[in-house]
């Protein structure tokens, strides 16, 4: 069964870190591109990061540079997303999906993504 599960979320202050997994059970990730996705109430699903197969490329989103770091461990078969400098505007659901065909252009849009995991709350609050 292809199964993606996250972890890491949590309650943080504005200010504080927080590292996300996204772990792969049932296929090989290391075959994936793999893209972190967040989605506050009300608002519609927004691409936060991208790590292709290789690890080679990464992408983000112009709101989360120089704060947040995707990395993967494809021994571990397991995607981190590092998240640091939190922001109240950070807090949603986040979650991993993953993607067999790379790409540069649409890589923050959920609709090519082939598998997704269940999300994980992250609030940052004071």
Known sequence: Q???VESGGGLVQP???LRL?????GFRLDAYNIGWFRQAPGKERE????ISSSGAATYYTDSVKGRFTISRDN???TVYLQMNSLKPEDTAVYYCAARRRYSATTWHLPQ????W????QVTVSS
């Open 75 to 77: 021994a571990k078969n």
């Open 2 to 4: 292809v199964q993606l």
């Open 21 to 25: 997994s996204c772990a792969a059970s």
């Open 112 to 115: 090519y993504y082939d598998y």
């Open 47 to 50: 691409g936060v990061s991208y």
């Open 117 to 120: 995991g269940q999300g994980t």
């Open 15 to 17: 200010g504080g870190s």
